[in-house]
């Protein structure tokens, strides 16, 4: 939970554009922020943990190919925790989903339908194949999507897509794209 | 423990067909032999030359003959032999559902191409005049224990060694491999005395397929002590017909069941038969079928 | 003539409501465990669920059958036997079974259940289904995909059974509920463990672009730099024999039999079956839309049939076997 500082400063220029465009959606300590939704929703909603299952103790991987950020999600219900790194950093993941950040984004909002998401080619699997299927599988019955689990409330998605737009734009011009 | 001979799987050529038999017959091993194109009516024209007299020679070689019925009969004819078949008097083995209305009670053997997978299925078939199963191959030893634990009355059959099937379609892979449909198929399986090959297309050997019939490329093989396979209550071995040596394949089963060799001794015999193909056990243990034997 | 019953897959309570929303005269659900054919990580009923969503179904008209339609495991039919014992005391209005164990199990103990023969059962021909029928008392058979329209009207006029039949999702190549292919590469398959290519044995490794779905030990298919790539179900694995390499089995393609419902309906099958309680919410809320305008409204039209095409595996559809023989 503590580190984000040393992180942020750890990171490369891009990186850092893309995370204070973040974190200036998610407020200065967006893992912090996230964890505590998270848990939240937990609460309101333990259905969705029971429906997972074993795979709530799975640690799931957003990594973004072009903006070099990583979300981690560990979906433990009223113990999970969300974290936000940058490319490289975050340790082992079980299951991971890379792509482009609007890939991932367009994925977390359940703008794509769930076969499509890997048809595609955008986005790429790897890892715990089972427990992306049981996520996939719970977020639908629970008629939630990735985003929800990462605790963005609702509101701050029109503002968190145009951060994410900024921070693509960014690393583009550092043509990491 | 009986060493049994089951039906030919693939499609040989007359000559071919009645020379093995032959040796059966007069120089082999085997208590009992199925016999039957189960897999493909098409081929019936060709085996009806000669399955006829080859079960003469066989009982007069001392040999039990059981007539196996149709794997999926679907047509007029194929459902018609289908019933003709359970209507035989004698030991029949059963293949599909579709036989066990016009066997009406009469003994029978409930073949591995069968769904019976437990004890309740196998108490009801009983009831129904099953003398015999032989365990679906997706059935480890231990299922097999506990059914005999259920059903200590029904003898049981064990697919000991051979390629085993996965797998049946109405559609002919033979054929389709070639551009062709089963209806023009030019009998195309007929090259393949144990199965075409069929690698993933890394080149991993994979599966072997028989006209409408798919099976493992792999061999599977028997390599569980004798005293595990008794005490599940295994009463007879089946070896499924391939074109290697199967009489010396015989002889070494009939030495295990004996108790005159361990296991590990019939590798040789079953490497004879299999040829490059690897050996697998992993469906009698409860794992993966694919997985070796002997390791 | 009575209408065709429109029954759509329910993979989870979400699901169940929205087909019914939609307009399904019924569903089909199983339970979280091994009982059922899409025994799938994160997807179906337990046991309360199941009650809830039998009750709200009931209050809109619509009803539940339970798909119990693995075979169950020797030394261990608890399970199957708790299955049938449980989905009828949440109310489900009928079983879908294929183990001639468990029909025996679920005959005795539930005389007047109703239940219906799974495609898992492999029943394809009269006898067959005679045999059910007799032995069991099942009031109606799902039938393998493979039968023509002719083949479909001669079973009728044999057999005093309700027939139903696949209208629209992904089909098995083989036998359904005689294939082995899944256990021979990972220990798991439809008939014991409800599951096919299971997700835990598929593993994705890209390099340099190309993408390769294994399962197992084995790779089943590689989709070139920007290629859609696909799941490594086995029947549709890229397999080489002799020089090629070819999708051996089928191409990905999916069934829909939209326009032969009125043909159907002449023939007097019964019910009508969409596939996929793994596919989610949106899926069955098209493709249920689809299907009921169809039926009520005499005809899809040009929006309903590019709704289901894009639901479609691969994007490529046929009507099956039921023209013509399929070989």
Redesign the interface.
Known sequence: MSGWRGQRKGMDGTARRAFDAIVDVLGTAPGLVLTRALRRMARRRPDVF????R?QNTLFALDAVDVPLRFLLWPRGEHGAVRVFARGAGGYADATVSGRLDALLAMALGRR???SE????DL???G???????????L????LDWIDLLGVPRPAIKPLEGAVAFAMQAARAAGLH | MEITLGPLLFHWPEPVARDFYARVADESEFDRVYLGEIVCSKRWPFTDEWLAPVAERLSRGGKAVVWSSPAMPSTPRERRACDALAARAGLVEINDVAAFTARAGRPFVAGPLLNIYNELAAARLASRGCVRLCANVELSLDAVGAIHRACPELELELFAFGRTPLAISARCYHARRHGLHKDGCKFLCAQDPDGMAASTFEGQPFLAVNGVQTLSHAYQCLDTPREAVAGAGVGALRLSPHSGDMIALARAFRAYEREKIGPDDLRHAAREVAGAASLASGYLRGEAGVAAAFS | MAALELVAPAGSPAMLRAAIEAGADAVYCGLRDETNARNFPGLNFSPPELRTATDWAHAHGAKVFAAINTYAHAGAVDAWRNAVDCTLDAGVDALILADIGVLAYARAAHPRARLHLSVQASAGTPEAIAFYVAEFGVKRVVLPRVLTLAEITALRAEVDVEIEVFAFGGMCVMAEGRCALSSYVTGRSPNLCGVCSPAEAVSYIERDGVLTARLGAFALDRFAPGEPAGYPTLCKARLQCGEESIHLFEEPVSLNAIDLLADFQAIGVAAIKLEGRQRGTNYVATIVRAFREALDGGGPSAAQRQALSRLSEGGRQTDGAYRKQWR
């Open positions: 029971e429906r997972l299952g795979y339908d769930a076969d890997m048809f595609a080619r790429t699997i790897s715990d194949t089972a427990a992306l299927v049981a996520l996939r599988n719970t639908d019955a629970s008629d």
